[in-house]
């Protein structure tokens, strides 16, 4: 069964940073467009970030541009998000999803109306506190 696996989750105090890893199970990433998202109790799933199957293209969303990077190892099968100065509105479970195709030829979007169907992960919790 193909899974998408997170880790690399857990208790930070603010202002620190986390490496949030997605891997998977029975299958290779290689070919695979993913994005990170989160979502915070009370609050609707929120698109974070995405990046092509060969890395050249990233995106962002306004809410973590210039503090999130992501990033991707092909060889290790894994894709990454370095989250730095967090702060508790952070503070969110953690998800990755992959997908197959991408509504705009050559890039990715991490809008989430395009990920409803595809392979998501089962999340990993993110908690900044102090």
């Known amino acids: 069964q193909w899974q998408l696996v997170e880790s690399g989750g857990g208790l930070v105090q603010p202002g620190g940073s986390l490496r949030l890893s997605c891997t998977t199970s029975g299958f290779s990433l290689d070919s695979w467009i993913v994005a990170w998202f989160r979502q915070a109790p009370g609050k609707e799933r929120e698109g974070l970030s995405c990046?092509?199957?060969?890395?050249?293209?990233?995106n962002y969303a306004d809410s973590v541009k210039g503090r999130f990077t992501i990033s991707r190892d092909n060889g290790k099968n894994t894709v990454y998000l370095q989250m730095h100065s967090l702060n508790a509105e952070d503070t969110a479970v953690y998800f990755c999803?992959?997908?197959?195709?991408?509504?705009?030829?050559?890039?990715?979007?991490?809008?989430?109306?395009?990920?409803?169907?595809?392979?998501w992960g089962q999340g990993i919790q993110v908690t900044v506190s102090s």
């Open positions: 999803a992959a997908t197959l195709s991408t509504p705009y030829p050559g890039m990715c979007t991490w809008e989430v109306k395009y990920w409803r169907s595809r392979l």
């Open positions: 990046i092509t199957s060969s890395g050249s293209n990233r």
